[in-house]
Structure formats: structure tokens, C-alpha cells
């Protein structure tokens, strides 16, 4: 895959697609949003199991680039904060598993990539701010990834005060999945990753695209929706072969 803004690496069929402008805090200006959007997309239309999001140098992302939105008009910016949302919401609906994997500052909408990731794994020295709150720019668009992962008391102090909390603080509140000492950031990001990716790859894809479709909804619609989801599932070949090798005590060989 060739970029320009990003860097991009696939091995064992994982791809790690990294932010690389760490002299300017990586920062997700509108070439950088639309190559990591495009990337991700043509990821999830691959044979690729699964993908880390991370970044060079001492900070995982400084959100917006500000050069992108001074003088904007209103049509500008809606159209800026658009490319902001689709990339978003890329992450989740391809098949594949995607993690952060999160050193230093993660700030505004780079706090937002982190809890729109489906996996996070942070370094010891990581921090997470939505730092409207304490300037004049609330940060509304990121509030909806990250309210969704922390819960709405959570979320409204970091979106009111625009503190800092660090990786500890960001674990225990759902932010990421675990912290982990700086060195062994990459290692266990990797290990992370292919323990999520393991087993059938057309399970796995259908698994997460229903997770998010029945998130937001109430118990009784999310049951019917799940029940037809899983239904489908045990009928498809993986799930057949699945269930065939339970029973037959052997190890299953799926498709995908």
C-alpha cells in the first residue's frame, strides 16, 4: 500500500498503519484523515486479520491540525469534521479487529480514535484530554466515541474540565483495555491483536459488525437482532465446521 502521510506495514497479516509527524505531535490534518479513512477501508475489503493504529515519537496524536480550520466556513468545517466521522467510523465497520496502541499525549480527536478503536493498549507515560472544556472550543465530536467507552459521568468531567488523566485512570475507566511499562508497549500490542484475530476471520467479522449494531439499542431489540445475527452464523460453513469439530474432538479448519 503506498501513502504519503502515513506509514504502512503488514506482517503475518497484521497491518500497522502509524502516524508519522511526530515534529508536529501527529497531528490528524485532513490528508491524514482521509489516507488513514481510504487505508483502513481497503484494509477491511482484504484477506488481512487484523489492524494497529499507532504513531512516531513521543506523543500518539494532537487531534485536529488547527492549520486545517482557521478561516474555515461553516460548510468548510461541517465538510473537515465529516472526513473526521467517516474515519471513525471506518474503524468499526471493517471486519478486522483494530487496536491503538498509545504512547504519550492521545488528545482531542486523537482521544476520539483511541475510544473508537475496538482495543486499546497504552504505555505507562500515556495521557488522554478533550481539552475544550478548558479552551473555547468544546469538543463535541469527540465526546461521542469517548462517552461511549467511559460512560456519561466519566466523559462529562473530561469534556467540562478538559483535564488530563493518565493511563492508569484511563484503564479503570474503559478507555483502554490495559497499561502497559513503555518497553513493552509494542509487544504486547502484537500479542493483543493475534490472540483478537485468532479463529475465523468471517466470525470474527460478523461478530464485531453486530456488536455495534446492537450497542445503542434496547435489550429485547438487541436479543432479536442477535439471535438472527448468531442463527446465521451456525449455519454458515465456520460455524458448521465449528461445531463439527467440537464434537468430532479435532481442531477446526476454517475458511477464513
Known sequence: MQLSHIQFEERESIATLSLNRPERRNPLSLEVMIELRDALRAIGASKTRGVVIGSSGPVFCAGHDYADMVNRD??????????????????????????????????????????????????????????????GLFCTTPMVSVSRSIGRKRALELLFTGDKIDARTAAEWGLVNRVVPAADLAAATDSLIRRATRGSAFSKGMGKQAYYAQIDLDQPKAYAYAVEVMASGAVAEDGQESIRAFVEKRRPRFSS
Open 74 to 135: 461553516l460548510a468548510g468545517m461541517r465538510s473537515l469534521l465529516a472526513v473526521c466521522t467517516e474515519l471513525m467510523g471506518a474503524v468499526q465497520s471493517i471486519p478486522q479487529p483494530v487496536i491503538a496502541r498509545v504512547q504519550g499525549l492521545a488528545t482531542g480527536a486523537g482521544c476520539q480514535l483511541v475510544a473508537a478503536c475496538d482495543l486499546a493498549i497504552a504505555s505507562e507515560d500515556a495521557e488522554f484530554q478533550t481539552p475544550g472544556g478548558a479552551g
